[in-house]
């Protein structure tokens, strides 16, 4: 071996010596999350590479691995296509973040085994990977763990990247003279590439993946899932509540962006006093903090996760729970999705919002969801709004909300871009996966 692979593979001797060498501190910084809660409190040592479930006895087995509950939401369409055309495959699915766990384990079908993903570190690592012994494993976007990848290839396990992306950071990280060697024999490794667009898949190439292995299947997180509530009572009855309202939505809102939901509501609710604003934060504690603010303030604010009603003087509808975003989006004309007004922010998920039908607006700050928004608007430019900022989205809702024709027809120009972009996403997924990983081993 020579050139830049020889110095890939003496950068990843240095990797997995330090990973090895760090392991005790980790270990201990997994005890730290266990009790500050960000671990789940039995399963966590599953972290460490230890099973709590037994792997089938036979038969081949595929291991989906996704980092946190966006990345496994994307999975999940591509998990039940796979279950549905192979049967004969049992399917493995790792996510990192307990939020992730908590709302996915009650939407995988139930013969799909669901574990928390092991910490980069060569016990654990290949700890979890001699026990589980997969034939394949589906990354999804961009957990590039050295460890596993190596590990995964020296056994003779196909690879695959599934809506494989870089942020900008990450590749500016990556094409460090330093870590260049390693990415590049990383990518390797890989059977399948598949880059949520032309821009990332000129980023794979400008950091070596090998050409053929980078095909396009269309971007996953176009594949709304439709999962079936349990108990949808709550979300009926919050339904019955808004039906004389006027309502809008702030979704994914991060720190900070609260002040400009907040502006805009006390200037709406000045000429549209039947105006209810829904918030949804990013984190749900941030929820919690944002209404004890409020109360402070002499705002009241119904909280979703104590079940409060929607009773006269209160406009203000704060949701600090998880994985109901897709069926509150259903409960609103206008989504403003978050994490997008401010520098260094990079966006969320704009699809799910014009799926359910709704106007959709977003801000300017939207990293790699900026291929989304442009593939919207390209198919129609009412699709997709962006605002810079508390004064422009004012102006905008102001309008949406005093003409229903021109609410129509953004609700309208969204759905419609939304059903032309998602269409066959999963099929097209699903056929490259089968080509160039399934049918190769078994």
């Known amino acids: 071996m020579t050139g830049p692979m020889a110095k890939g593979e003496i950068v990843y001797k240095i990797y997995r010596a330090l990973t090895y060498g760090l392991s005790p501190l980790l270990h201990l910084h997994l005890h730290w999350r266990k009790l500050r809660g960000l671990e789940h409190p039995i399963r966590w040592r599953e972290r460490l590479g230890r099973p709590s479930l037994r792997r089938p006895s036979s038969g081949p087995l595929l291991w989906f691995h996704a980092v946190s509950l966006g990345e496994g939401m994307a999975a999940i369409p591509v998990i ?3 279950s549905q055309r192979r049967p004969d495959v049992h399917i493995l699915m790792t996510t990192t973040t307990l939020s992730a766990f908590e709302v996915l384990k009650d939407r995988l079908p139930a013969n799909v085994i669901y574990q928390f993903a092991p910490i980069d570190t060569p016990a654990a690592m290949d700890a979890f990977l001699g026990y589980w012994k997969p034939n394949w494993i589906v990354i999804m976007e961009s957990e590039l763990w050295p460890n596993l990848i190596i590990g995964a290839s020296k056994c003779g396990i196909g690879l695959a990247l599934l809506n494989a992306r870089l942020s900008a950071k990450s590749f500016r990280h990556w094409s460090r003279p330093v870590l260049f060697p390693l990415i590049s024999l990383l990518l390797s490794k890989f059977s399948l590439i598949a880059p949520l667009s032309s821009v990332q898949a000129i980023h794979f190439q400008l950091l070596q993946a090998p050409p053929f292995s980078i095909k396009f299947s269309g971007d996953l997180k176009y594949a709304v899932d439709e999962y079936e509530q349990k108990d949808t009572r709550h979300i009926e009855y919050l339904q019955k509540q808004l039906s004389q309202k006027q309502v809008w939505m ?23 006093p039947d105006i209810v604003t829904i918030i949804v934060p990013r984190h749900p504690q941030h929820g919690q903090e944002i209404a004890e603010e409020l109360q402070k303030g002499g705002q009241n604010v119904a909280l979703r996760s104590q079940h409060e009603e929607l ?7 704060l949701v600090d729970t998880l994985g109901e975003l897709r069926q509150l989006y259903k ?7 978050g994490g997008s007004f401010f520098p260094g922010l990079a966006g969320h998920n704009i699809s799910e919002a014009a799926a359910a039908g709704c106007a959709v607006l977003t801000g300017h700050h939207v990293g790699h969801f900026s291929h989304m928004v442009r593939e919207m608007q390209q198919l129609n430019p009412l699709s997709v709004m962006q605002v810079s900022g508390k004064l422009e989205l004012e102006k905008v809702l102001m309008e949406l909300f005093a003409d229903a024709k021109i609410l129509e027809s953004r609700q309208k120009a969204a759905k419609e871009a939304f059903h032309a972009l998602s269409s066959a996403v999963v099929s097209s997924a699903w056929d490259v996966l089968n080509f160039h990983l399934l049918r190769n081993k078994c």
């Open 311 to 317: 009773i006269p003087g209160i406009s203000i509808y």
């Open 80 to 82: 039940k296509f796979c």
């Open 331 to 337: 409960l609103t004309p206008i989504a403003v999705i």
């Open 250 to 272: 702030a979704a994914s809102i991060h720190r900070g962006e609260e002040e400009i939901i907040m502006g805009v509501h006390n200037v709406l609710v000045q000429t549209h």
